[in-house]
């Protein structure tokens, strides 16, 4: 059974950091990546990152690249969100979740099991 715990939630004004961590478990099957999303009160949930399974660079949504770095610990089965210069258009819950399926990173679609979400709110 799949489990996803993101952690590290919180409030900050904007300009400030925090990081966000996802422990998985049960990745016993084949899969691509770890990735982040988040969802604003009333919006739909978007892509934020995503890091393959062997590790790199990541990929970023527009929105936050150079501000925010994923990275991943396969010892620890763990993914983190380092998100730097935060604004209040960061403001969100956000979800890690497991991508399954072969297609473009930002596409919902092609993720399964997803974390309970963390929350993150940034003042101005």
């Known amino acids: 059974q799949v489990q996803l715990a993101e952690s590290g939630g919180g409030s900050v004004q904007a300009g400030g950091s925090l990081r966000l961590s996802c422990a998985a478990s049960?990745?016993?099957?084949?899969?691509?990546?770890l990735g982040w999303f988040r969802q604003a009160p009333g919006k739909e949930r978007d892509f934020v990152a995503v890091?393959?399974?062997?590790?790199?660079?990541?990929d970023y949504s527009d929105s936050v690249k150079g501000r925010f770095t994923i990275s991943k610990d396969n010892r620890k089965n763990t993914v983190y969100l380092q998100m730097n210069n935060l604004k209040p258009e960061d403001t969100a819950v956000y979800y890690c979740?497991?991508?399954?399926?072969?297609?473009?990173?930002?596409?919902?679609?092609?993720?399964?099991?997803w974390g309970q979400g963390t929350q993150v709110i940034v003042s101005t």
């Open positions: 049960g990745l016993t099957f084949s899969w691509y990546g």
């Open positions: 890091v393959s399974w062997t590790g790199g660079s990541g």
């Open positions: 979740a497991v991508k399954t399926k072969v297609g473009r990173n930002y596409n919902i679609a092609v993720y399964d099991y």
